[in-house]
C-alpha cells in the first residue's frame, strides 16, 4: 500500500471512528483482510463525506462539528459519549455504507452489483420489480466490518458507539426509495418497473439530524463510564431499556457546555463565530440564530459590512460570448463578539446541547 492511501484512510477513519489512533489505523490496515482492501479507498471516501454532511448538518449550531471533536477523541483518556459523539458515528457508517453501496450500483467493484434478485417478480398493484435497486447489503457488510471493526473493546462507550454505527446503517435503508419508470402502449403507463434505490446523501443527513434531536440518552453508574475500557463496565444493549431503540442514536453523557472555550474538551467556544441574522425566508429555528450563537452564550451581535465585486447584468451575445458588467454589492455579516467590559453572564434557561 502507498502511503497516500494510507493516510487517505487514516483521516477517514480516524474521524469515522472517534476512539482509535492513526497508530491503530494503520495497524488495522495492516492486519485487517487482505481480500478487502480494494475497498478502502473507498471506505475513506465514504467516512469523510459523512464529515463533510456533519458540517453540514451544524454549520450554524453552537457545536459544529469541529475537527478537533473528531481528533481530541482519539486519546482514550478524552474519548467523548455525547449526542454529538452518536451523530458522528452514526453519519460516519453511514457515509462508508453509502459510498459502497454507490459504488456497487455503478459496476465498480467486481464482488457485487445492482440486487436484482427480485426482478420480474410482481411487487404490489400494477408495477413489477426491474431495474438496478441499489445493493445495500454489499455496503452494509463492508461498512460494518471496517468502521464497527474498529471498536475493540466491550465496555459501555465500545457499545454505544457499535450501537450508533448500526443506527446510522439503517438510516441509509430507511431512507431509500421506490423509483418507477412507466411502460404500456404510448406511454399508458398501465405497467410500471420499480427498483429500490438509495436517497440523497442530503436526505438521508436531514434524517440522522432529526435522529439526533431525538437521541436518547442510557443512565448508567457513572463510575463506570469513567472506568473507560475497564472490562468491569458491562453494559446491556441499549434494546433491553428501550424495545424499539434499534434505530434511535444514544448517548451517555450529557453535552459540556458549548458556549465557552475548554481546551481540554476541545470545545471551541462560540465566540468569534458567524451567525444567521433574521431572513424572511428562515425557519423559527434558524431567526434565532444570532440569539442561540450569541447573545444566549453571553456574546454581543457585530454587524460587520464589507464590499465584495461580483458578475452581473449578463448578456448573451451572438454568437457566442457572455458579457458581464461587475457590480459592487454591500454584504453583512454578523458575528458573536465578546461583550466589551461585561463579565459573560450567561443567559438562563438556555441549552447547552443546541
Ligand atoms: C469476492 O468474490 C470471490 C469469489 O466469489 C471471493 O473468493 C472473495 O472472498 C470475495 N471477496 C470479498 C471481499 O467479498
Ligand atoms: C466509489 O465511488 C466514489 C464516488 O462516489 C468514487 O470517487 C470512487 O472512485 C469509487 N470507487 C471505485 C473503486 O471506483
Ligand atoms: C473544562 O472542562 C473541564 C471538564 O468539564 C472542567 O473541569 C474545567 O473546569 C473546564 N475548564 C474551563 C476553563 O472551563
Ligand atoms: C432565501 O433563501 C435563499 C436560499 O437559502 C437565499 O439565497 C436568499 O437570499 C434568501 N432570501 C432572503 C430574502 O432572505
Known amino acids: 500500500m502507498n502511503e ?3 493516510l487517505l484512510v487514516a483521516v ?3 474521524y469515522a471512528t472517534l476512539r482509535t489512533s492513526a497508530w491503530s489505523v494503520n495497524n488495522f490496515l495492516m492486519t485487517g483482510p487482505k481480500a478487502y482492501l480494494t475497498y478502502t479507498t473507498s471506505v ?3 467516512a469523510q463525506s ?3 454532511e456533519c458540517k453540514f448538518q451544524f454549520a450554524w449550531e453552537r457545536w459544529n462539528c469541529p475537527e478537533s471533536a473528531l481528533q481530541i477523541s482519539t486519546h482514550n483518556r478524552l474519548r467523548s459519549a455525547t449526542r454529538e459523539t452518536s451523530f458522528i458515528h452514526a453519519i460516519s457508517s453511514a457515509g462508508v455504507m453509502y459510498t459502497i453501496t454507490k459504488n456497487c450500483s455503478m459496476g465498480d467493484f ?5 440486487d436484482e434478485s427480485n426482478n420480474g417478480k410482481t411487487g404490489g398493484h400494477g408495477w413489477i420489480w426491474g431495474g438496478c435497486s441499489d445493493n445495500v447489503e454489499f455496503g452494509e457488510r463492508i461498512s460494518k466490518l471496517f468502521v464497527d471493526g474498529l471498536e475493540k473493546g466491550k465496555d459501555a462507550r465500545a457499545l454505544m458507539n457499535l450501537h450508533n454505527n448500526k443506527a446510522g446503517r439503517l438510516a441509509v435503508r430507511a431512507t431509500m426509495k421506490r423509483t418507477c419508470k412507466c ?7 398501465s405497467i410500471q418497473t420499480c427498483w429500490l434505490q438509495l436517497a440523497d446523501f442530503r436526505e438521508m443527513g436531514d434524517y440522522l439530524k432529526a435522529k439526533y434531536n431525538q437521541a436518547l440518552k442510557m443512565e448508567m453508574d457513572k463510575r463506570r463510564i469513567r472506568a473507560g475500557n475497564s472490562a468491569e463496565s458491562r453494559w446491556a444493549p441499549a434494546e433491553a431499556f428501550y424495545p424499539s431503540a434499534e434505530s434511535e442514536l444514544i448517548f451517555l453523557e450529557e453535552s459540556p457546555d458549548y458556549c465557552i472555550r475548554n481546551s481540554s474538551l476541545g470545545v471551541y467556544g462560540t465566540e468569534g463565530r458567524e451567525c444567521l441574522q433574521s431572513g424572511r425566508n428562515m425557519s423559527q429555528r434558524e431567526r434565532r440564530n444570532c440569539g442561540r450563537l450569541c447573545m444566549d452564550c453571553g456574546l454581543r451581535v457585530e454587524e460587520r459590512t464589507t464590499e465584495a465585486v461580483s458578475s452581473c447584468n449578463c448578456k448573451f451575445q ?3 460570448t457572455v458579457r458581464c458588467d461587475q457590480c459592487w454589492q454591500v454584504v453583512t455579516k454578523y458575528y458573536c463578539t465578546h461583550a466589551p467590559g461585561s463579565s459573560r453572564a450567561r443567559a438562563k434557561g438556555s441549552s447547552s446541547a443546541s
Open 44 to 46: 475513506a471516501l465514504g
Open 110 to 114: 467486481e464482488n457485487c452489483s445492482c
Open 183 to 189: 411502460h404500456g402502449i404510448s406511454g399508458s403507463c
Open 12 to 14: 477517514g477513519i480516524c
Open 4 to 6: 497516500r492511501l494510507i
Open 318 to 320: 451572438w454568437c457566442c
Open 50 to 52: 459523512g464529515i463533510d
